[in-house]
């Protein structure tokens, strides 16, 4: 029997942001819950520091330079939304560019159902390329009907954006239903923002029960509940716009944080002066010079996973009461992380560092074909071939990802960064011990012992470039990033 796949995605969460991963100021109890009953990953490297890529890689199991998807505001390779493309409502479902994982299952027996963000297409492009999750053809009401067929998904159910104002999609019109004086104050500014300097910071008008983390959980549920869910195998996406900024918990929420403690950041300011010259030298003002900053940010960052894990607890009972547990593969994670006050900065970057690339993994198989690796790195571009195989479904040559049914040792995880500017790209590689960076157009370097220095503080290239461990993961690097490089991914056509 094939199983089941719920892939449970946040957006922006750090590693250390759970309970079962060692913060004692989180409330996280049903995704403790789930580690215990399956695992708690503690080496579990994105393929980029931002949204879109790192995404992207997720479904394709490929690095950046082999989907393209290089930085945010570039599409998945897709030949439905192109410019040339007929009319969307005359238009029949096209294969992608690159299988997605969806689309593979989809073609192999799965219900694929979407539920809350993907982000596989920008949301400022120009209207004319049709793009579903674009923001202005939200706004005109063009999509209000629309449910899919995309990228595999045979039904899509969406969020776009994050926090209040900006929050669109079938959630926003489901909000304007069901609470149209709410849906419409989001649209007045918000008058009461605690701290100067941090505009993204504030108590969210959105109550918890009409939350979009509510309504996320919700709207999975429903079909974890439902008779469809028995038919055949499904795979569903349930992702969540949060915890990424803005940092807008329900007021209640914040509330009642605001008497919790908080885990402090482990590094400081003062950890960027041995950092390579792409790095700041400082960090934000806002957080340096206001001493609350820190611990509102985290606390109520706090606040907002608690309302995740709410939501994941609803959906794991809905597996169990309607006799789905027991075939249901379960995995959390997130996209990426979030600076939370580490070196006196916040959000994100195209920098590598733990606090951006290193995100929660909770993997519960009831298959038992995969084990996870003691200390060595897992890559997000291994989830495609490793939920193929337990799918059954044959995996396509030419991906980057390594699947976890194999018994691979030496497993190493890659890092393609295009960053914001032309000194900002690297590369990066991680091996059970360190993260080593090259910066090409500078010819800087750091590594860090996650032994010793999890949250990287002392750059030790210096003495490590001496070693015969820095041969080997440079050489690795190379050549694992000349292999991934494959610029045909968004061809179009034979000329």
């Not at 796949?5 to 789930?34: E, K, M």
């Not at 340096?288 to 985290?298: L, M, V």
Request: one cysteine or more; hydrophobic letters at 35%.
């Amino acid at each position: 029997m094939k199983p089941n796949i719920l892939w449970i995605c946040t957006d922006q969460q750090r590693f250390d942001s759970l309970g079962c991963n060692g913060n004692s100021h989180a409330v996280t109890p049903h995704l403790d819950a789930l580690a215990a009953e399956g695992e708690s990953f503690d080496r579990f490297i994105t393929a980029h520091p931002v949204c879109m890529p790192s995404r992207a890689s997720f479904f394709t199991g490929s690095l950046p330079s082999r989907h393209g998807v290089y930085s945010n505001g570039v599409p998945l390779a897709n030949r439905a939304y192109v410019p040339a493309a007929p009319a969307r409502e005359h238009t029949p479902p096209r294969e992608s560019h690159i299988k997605t994982l969806p689309e593979l299952l989809s073609k192999n027996g799965y219900h694929t159902r979407s539920v809350g963000k993907l982000h596989l297409t920008p949301t400022q492009a120009s209207p004319e390329l049709q793009h579903p999750e674009n923001h202005w053809l939200w706004l005109e009401g063009q999509f209000d009907d629309w449910h899919g067929p995309y990228y595999g998904f045979d039904r899509v159910d969406m969020t776009l954006h994050h926090g209040e104002a900006g929050m669109y999609g079938h959630y926003r019109n489901w909000l304007r239903e069901q609470a149209p004086e709410i849906e419409a104050s989001l649209s007045e500014p918000v008058t009461e923002r605690p701290l100067p300097g941090i505009p993204d910071l504030y108590k969210s008008r959105i109550p918890s029960e009409l939350h979009h983390s509510t309504w996320v959980g919700n709207q999975a549920v429903s079909f974890l509940e439902s008779e469809e869910a028995k038919e055949k195998p499904f795979f569903v996406w349930m992702s969540f716009p949060d915890p990424h900024h803005p940092f807008t918990p329900p007021a209640t929420l914040a509330d009642e944080f605001e008497s919790h403690g908080y885990m402090e950041p482990a590094s400081t300011e003062a950890d960027l002066a041995d950092k390579p010259s792409a790095w700041p030298k400082e960090g934000m003002s806002a957080v340096t010079q206001n001493p609350e900053a820190i611990p509102k940010i985290r606390r109520y960052t706090d606040a907002q996973i608690h309302l995740i894990d709410q939501a994941v607890g609803r959906a794991v009972a809905a597996l169990k009461e309607n006799g789905l547990w027991e075939n249901t593969v379960i995995l959390y994670t997130s996209d990426h992380g979030d600076f939370l006050g580490d070196y006196g900065m916040l959000r994100k970057c195209g920098l590598p560092c733990n606090a951006l690339n290193r995100v929660p993994f909770l993997f519960r198989d009831p298959t038992g074909q995969v084990q996870l690796p003691q200390r060595e790195p897992v890559s997000g571009v291994d989830l495609f071939p490793t939920l193929l195989d337990l799918a059954g479904v044959e995996v396509p040559h030419g991906i980057d990802g390594k699947s976890l049914v194999e018994n691979i040792s030496g497993r190493r995880a890659l890092i393609q960064s295009s960053g914001t500017a032309d000194q900002n790209r690297n590369l990066t590689i991680y091996d059970a011990k360190y993260r080593l960076t090259w910066f090409p157009q500078t010819d800087e370097w750091e590594v860090y012992d996650h032994d010793v220095d999890p949250y990287e503080r002392k750059n030790i290239f210096e003495d490590f470039r001496k070693s015969d461990a820095f041969v080997q993961l440079k050489t690795e690097m190379l050549e694992r990033h000349a292999r991934a490089i494959d610029p045909q991914s968004g061809r179009l056509s034979c000329w």
